[in-house]
């Protein structure tokens, strides 16, 4: 069974800091680019950023472009979303997603065309 386990979200500050994980079993996690993808309440998914399986090759939303960075472990089967000055407009349920092959970076991976989808994580960001 695949599983894309999201978790690490939650209430904070403008301004503050969450860490997003995005564990992932029952796939050969090397052979995937991940995606994190939002949904916030009465609009569409908007794809907020990318990562290639193993070269590096990112893609950030001008949105959160220079506060938002994507990680991965391999080894650990794990994807990262760090977000810092976090603002209101941030508020939505985080997803991470992945699909099959390789991925340049060059545009926003998703919301279609992903093979797997974990279940969100909230993110609020309000005073």
């Known amino acids: 069974e695949v599983q894309l386990q999201a978790s690490g979200g939650g209430l904070v500050q403008p301004g503050g800091s969450l860490r997003l994980s995005c564990a992932v079993s029952g796939i050969t996690f090397d052979d995937y680019a991940m995606s994190w993808i939002r949904q916030a309440p009465g609009k569409e998914r908007e794809v907020v950023s990318c990562?290639?399986?193993?070269?590096?090759?990112?893609y950030y939303a001008d949105s959160v472009k220079g506060r938002f960075t994507i990680s991965r472990d391999n080894a650990k089967n794990t994807v990262y979303l760090q977000m810092n000055s976090l603002k209101p407009e941030d508020t939505a349920v985080y997803y991470c997603a992945s699909r099959l092959g390789a991925y340049s970076g060059t545009y926003p991976m998703g919301p279609y065309g992903m093979n797997y989808w974990g279940k969100g994580t909230l993110v609020t960001v309000s005073s």
């Open positions: 990562m290639s399986k193993s070269d590096g090759s990112i």
